[in-house]
């Protein structure tokens, strides 16, 4: 079964380092999107991208994130440097449509900031 | 306030119905989703209704829509140990999926 592929599953890093997660969505999906899931809380959109463009980040961080789908298949996000109020799962997931009527999520990037 | 909002816990016995609830704000809204995160894991989607409709059901699951109230509910018939997770109301928003905090769910044997 196709589904979206993340890494590393975990991630420890200090504060004021850099870090990046890697997203792989399911094949032919034009829309991918990033989300930070703050522990308690539900998912936040960080981006979103339509094959290669970014169709929404107004909520991206922009000073220390930064997020790119270069090809408009896998994309990478980056938070140069870390803080430690960035510890979250960052999770990201694809859909055929960009209008979420099937979003598949991967299994999330763990990251805790020390 | 929050755009989407839920009860934080719930727990039930094995073999009861569970009912998670959920209110928004946008009534624009077209889609409703619920998803369910199983600890450490992604978010796995379970259903989905349209604003056009009441009611939609899917083996244990039923979902219910109030547009009215800007009500949704999800109901799990027979809840078993399994259904043990988080469960996330998401509607679209100004085309952005926008999640509710979740409701823990807690099945005891």
């Known amino acids: 079964e196709a589904e979206v592929a993340q890494s590393p599953r975990y991630k420890i890093t200090e504060k004021s380092q850099a870090v990046a997660f890697w997203c792989d969505p399911i094949s032919g999906h034009a829309t991918l999107y990033w989300y930070r899931q703050i522990l308690g809380q539900g998912p936040e959109l960080l981006v979103q991208?339509?094959?290669?463009?970014?169709?929404?980040d107004s909520q991206l961080p922009k000073d220390r994130f930064s997020a790119e789908r270069l090809k408009g298949v896998d994309s990478t996000l980056k938070i140069q440097p870390a803080e430690l109020g960035d510890s979250a799962m960052y999770l990201c997931?694809?859909?055929?449509?960009?209008?979420?009527?099937?979003?598949?999520f991967g299994q999330g990037t763990r990251l805790t900031v020390v | 306030g929050e755009d989407v909002e839920q009860s934080l816990f719930l727990s039930v016995r094995e073999g009861d119905s569970s009912v998670i609830n959920c209110t928004y704000t946008d009534s624009s809204s077209t889609y409703l989703y619920w998803y369910k995160q199983e600890p450490g894991a992604g978010l796995q989607l379970l259903t989905y209704i349209f604003s056009n409709m009441d009611m939609k059901q899917d083996q244990r699951l039923t979902v219910l829509l109030n547009k009215k109230d800007k009500h949704l509910s999800l109901r799990i018939a027979d809840t078993q140990t399994g259904d043990s997770a988080i469960y996330f109301c998401a509607v679209i928003q100004g085309g952005k999926l926008i999640f509710g905090q979740g409701t823990e769910l807690s099945v005891k044997p």
């Open positions: 991208f339509q094959d290669e463009s970014v169709v929404d």
């Open positions: 997931a694809s859909s055929d449509e960009g209008i979420h009527t099937e979003a598949f």
